[in-house]
């Protein structure tokens, strides 16, 4: 069976590496970013089926990524997974076509959840083999 391809985006290195070990001991694809910018060229380069991308970042934070991130790739799904997390931030993320927000930390089990519902085939949709 098939598990998602997902692009983990945090700026703090040991939180990026565990969860991506964490999530790879499930079954996941994981690559892991430390910036916004980072992000969006993994994005161009190569195909996810998810992102789990962190609001609070140096340079170009979450809500900017995520801006652009819906330029380049619509339908990518993406969920917010912060520490410092206001409802504003809530309200503008969701706005933006963030498709969950979740606050650390993070009950893996949820998050594995949030992922295979937002990556679940749909009908009518192509899907990745």
């Known amino acids: 069976m098939h598990k998602a391809r997902v692009l983990l985006v945090d700026d703090r290195s040991e939180f990026r590496q565990t969860l991506g070990e964490r999530l790879q001991a499930r079954g996941y694809q994981t690559l892991g970013m430390g910036s916004g910018a980072e992000a969006l060229a993994a994005v161009q380069a190569q195909d996810f089926d998810a992102v789990v991308l962190d609001m609070v970042m140096p340079g170009m934070d979450g809500l900017e ?3 652009r991130l819906r330029q380049v790739r619509p339908a990518l799904p993406v969920i917010v997974l912060t520490g ?3 409802s504003e931030d809530v309200v503008q993320a969701l706005a933006l076509g963030a ?3 979740l606050v650390k930390p993070v009950d893996l089990d949820i998050l594995q959840k949030r992922i295979d519902e937002a990556t679940a085939p749909r009908p009518g ?3 990745r083999s």
């Open 99 to 101: 498709r969950d927000y």
């Open 125 to 127: 949709l192509p899907t």
């Open 65 to 67: 990524t995520l801006r």
């Open 84 to 86: 410092y997390g206001t």
